[in-house]
């Protein structure tokens, strides 16, 4: 176990609706990425906060967007929800961002647009 | 050109073999290298992290980095039917805080 959780496990949604998954960060971890895995692929990057700031967005349009509180727990939010939203959806902590620390995954959470 | 890249697989072994899983690169700016296992239906876990060229070795697993030919490989012996999963190649990449994956590589250890 990492230490790092995720909420909820499952989510049905559908499609133009409006999405808020929650991640916890490891103790003493001020870090927070989120990923989208599409079956058979590899974790794609979204973004990353560090200290309640944005510090990097991958190639993800502006419906994708987050927040990281001061306990540093996190929030990716998905506005106007479409079909291909469908993937396992991944929080991952680290202590800082010199871009080389480990990151820990959370156990995910599974989305199903209809 | 894809910024890591795996065979997709599926790599079969028999029992007792040794597992050779490769992975490469395009960012020669990318210093940090990972291999994460994930199992079918769960979330990536960690098995080797490698910044320095060579040999990293961890019990029976083995990761080498060859910077100069942009190639990270991850070598598990003895394999187990419990080493049977999709192994991911992980580097950070654009000189930023963004970790890019392969698309991973099946393994399947056969009794």
């Known amino acids: 176990e990492t230490g790092v959780t995720q909420s909820p496990t499952h989510l049905i949604k559908t499609r133009g609706q409006q999405v808020t998954l929650r991640c916890s960060s490891q103790s003493g971890h001020n870090t927070v990425s989120w990923y989208q895995q599409a079956l058979g692929q590899g974790p794609q990057f979204i973004f990353q906060?560090?200290?309640?700031?944005?510090?990097g967005r991958g190639n993800f349009p502006p419906r994708f967007s987050g927040l990281q509180f001061p306990n540093y727990s996190s929030e990716l939010n998905v506005n106007a929800l479409e079909l291909d939203d469908s993937a396992l959806y991944l929080c991952?902590?680290?202590?800082?961002?010199?871009?080389?620390?480990?990151?820990?995954f959370g156990p995910g959470t599974r989305l199903l647009v209809l | 050109q894809k910024e890591v890249e795996q065979n997709s697989g599926p790599l079969s072994v028999p029992e007792g073999a040794i597992a050779s899983l490769n992975c490469t690169y395009s960012d020669r700016g990318s210093q940090s290298f990972f291999w994460y296992r994930q199992y079918s239906g769960k979330s990536p876990e960690l098995i080797m992290s490698i910044y320095s060229n060579g040999d990293k070795e961890d019990g029976r697993f083995t990761a080498q980095l060859n910077k100069a030919s942009q190639y990270v490989s991850l070598l598990i012996r003895d394999s187990q039917p419990s080493d049977s999963a999709t192994y991911l190649c992980a580097a950070y990449t654009g000189g930023g805080n963004k970790l890019t994956f392969g698309t991973g590589t099946q393994l399947k250890v056969e009794l």
């Open positions: 991952a902590s680290s202590p800082a961002t010199s871009g080389r620390e480990t990151q820990y």
């Open positions: 906060y560090y200290r309640e700031e944005e510090n």
